[in-house]
């Protein structure tokens, strides 16, 4: 099992704050890796570095055995191979949900029109979206939404997703829908790396778990160990106040 993806030292900076502290991790090939942790904890910040959508301060993110924060690469490349899913969907609001999970694909990909209508509505169909594809954003449910911003971002037939509190933004009762599909992701394989405070579905569903506190990795290991058997005391407390909720 190769890694698709592997980071190194990784620092971030903004002005005078240091929000990444030397992120050492990896990813497998179809592996779900959750990253937990409290708000401010530079969860976010760490996923948002990984996509390029926030550069680096130091450090290096092997990806294919290159280091792609050399100047070299074609970062739109880079990116369209890691999809993104949003706490706030993200959609394009002027677009139907057929055009906003086509328009990559055409665009970035090269895609035939009909080859990426024919992909988007397998992924569609697999998020059960399908009876929406002439909607508006604006006419769907938030949940919904994010349906379809899987769906987007699975058109691109990336190498990993990455999820940033996806379910964040959600009423209650929507959350379900959302990490059904996610776990049906999970169970065909796809690499996931997700950050999230659901913190059942980081129990079920991840291959490993990562503790972030304070801008650095404070634990790490399989749910069993992170959820059952954590050995820092800031572990234990957060998960103290997690599951007491």
Do not use: W
């Not at 993110?61 to 280091?67: K, M």
């Not at 394009?92 to 990559?104: I, K, P």
């Amino acid at each position: 099992m190769g890694k698709v993806i592997d980071i190194q030292h990784l620092k971030k900076n903004f002005g005078q704050h240091e929000v990444l502290k030397d992120i050492d991790f990896s990813v497998n090939k179809g592996e779900v890796v959750c990253i937990i942790g409290s708000s401010g904890s530079g969860k976010s910040t760490l996923l948002r570095c990984i996509n390029l959508l926030e550069k680096p301060t130091a450090g290096e993110i092997i990806y294919n055995g290159e280091n792609i924060l050399d100047s070299k690469h074609d970062i739109f490349a880079y990116r369209s191979k890691l999809g993104m899913v949003f706490q706030q969907f993200n959609l394009f609001n002027n677009m139907d949900v057929l055009h906003n999970c086509t328009v990559g694909p055409a665009k970035i990909l090269k895609q035939p029109e009909e080859a990426a209508k024919k992909i988007a509505m397998g992924y569609l169909e697999q998020v059960g979206m399908e009876n929406f594809i002439n909607a508006k954003p604006e006419q769907l449910s938030g949940g919904q939404k994010q349906r379809v911003a899987i769906a987007r971002a699975l058109s691109m037939k990336p190498d990993a997703l990455l999820f940033d509190e996806p379910t964040s933004a959600l009423d209650p009762e929507m959350v379900g829908e959302v990490l059904k599909v996610m776990k049906d992701l999970a169970n065909s394989g796809l690499t996931m790396i997700v950050v999230t405070h659901e913190m059942e579905f980081a129990k079920e569903v991840s291959d490993r778990v990562i503790f972030m506190d304070q801008g650095v990795i404070l634990e790490q290991g399989s749910p069993d160990d992170i959820f059952n058997h954590p050995k820092e005391v800031r572990t234990k407390q957060f998960l103290e106040r997690y599951l007491s909720k």
